[in-house]
C-alpha cells in the first residue's frame, strides 16, 4: 500500500498560486492519485484525480512525473476561502468489484493570508 | 439532498457504553467506508463494504462491528466505548468503476467521557 509524505502546513497570501508536493514512494501501478480538502466538521470534498502527466479542472491542476513517486497539486490566485487541510491519497479501485484500501496522507494545512 | 448523511452529528457518551453511528447514501454507488479521524487530522480507513460484502477490515478491535443491511446503508457499532475511541468518524462511499472518488458524510463526533 502506497504511503503518502506532504508537509504538515503551508501560507500564503490571497492571489497567489500553492503548489502543494506529496511524495508516494511506493506508487504500485494500478493506483491513481486524488486530491481532497478538508475545512473544520465537514468531511473531505473531492478535488481533482489523476494517473499521470498533467490534470487539470475548472479548480486546480494535478503534476505528475513520469516516474508516478510524487505529485503536485496546483491552486491558482488562493483566496481566503482556501485555507483548509489538503490531502493526498494514493490508490485504485478494481474493476472487479472489490476496493483496495485507500490510505490517507497527514495533510496538509493551507492558511491563506489577506 | 445529501448524498451521504450520518446520524448522529455529535455523540457524547461514558465509558463502556454501546453506541451506534448510521449512515446512508443516495448515490447508487455500490462500495461504503468508515473513516476514523483522530486529533490529528489522520483519516483512517476501518471498514469497507462492498454490495453489503465486508471486504476491507483493518486492524480495528471487535469492539468495533460494522453492518451493512443493503448497499446504499452502513451502519458503524461500537461496544464497551473507551476513551481513545473519541474522534470523528467519517462514512463514505464510491464508484467501483471509478478509482479513488470517494464521497464523504459529514461526520460523526464521538465523545467518550
Not at chain 2, 448515490?27 to 471498514?47: A, P
Amino acid at each position: 500500500l502506497a504511503k503518502t509524505t506532504q508537509p504538515i502546513s503551508m501560507d500564503s497570501y490571497e492571489g497567489q498560486e500553492v503548489n502543494i508536493t506529496c511524495s508516494h514512494n511506493n506508487i504500485a501501478t494500478n493506483d491513481y492519485i486524488t486530491w481532497y480538502q478538508q475545512f473544520p466538521s465537514q468531511g473531505p470534498r473531492f478535488i481533482i484525480q489523476g494517473y499521470k502527466t498533467k490534470v487539470t479542472n475548472e479548480v486546480a491542476s494535478l503534476f505528475i512525473p513520469a516516474d508516478r513517486k510524487s505529485s503536485t497539486l496546483s491552486l491558482p490566485r488562493v483566496s481566503l476561502s482556501d485555507t483548509a487541510v489538503y490531502y493526498c491519497l494514493v490508490g485504485a479501485t478494481l474493476s472487479s468489484g472489490s476496493a483496495r484500501q485507500l490510505t490517507f496522507g497527514s495533510g496538509t494545512q493551507l492558511t491563506v493570508l489577506p | 439532498d445529501t448524498a451521504v448523511s450520518q446520524t448522529p452529528k455529535y455523540l457524547v457518551t461514558q465509558m463502556g457504553n454501546d453506541k451506534s453511528i448510521k449512515c446512508e447514501q443516495n448515490l447508487g454507488h455500490d462500495t461504503m467506508y468508515w473513516y476514523k479521524q483522530d486529533s490529528k487530522k489522520f483519516l483512517k480507513i476501518m471498514f469497507s463494504y462492498n454490495n453489503k460484502e465486508l471486504i476491507i477490515n483493518e486492524t480495528v478491535p471487535n469492539r468495533f462491528s460494522p453492518k451493512s443491511p443493503d448497499k446504499a446503508h452502513l451502519n458503524l457499532h461500537i461496544n464497551s466505548l473507551e476513551l481513545g475511541d473519541s474522534a470523528v468518524y467519517f462514512c463514505a462511499s464510491s464508484r467501483d468503476r471509478v478509482p479513488g472518488e470517494l464521497f464523504f458524510g459529514e461526520g460523526s463526533r464521538l465523545t467518550v467521557l
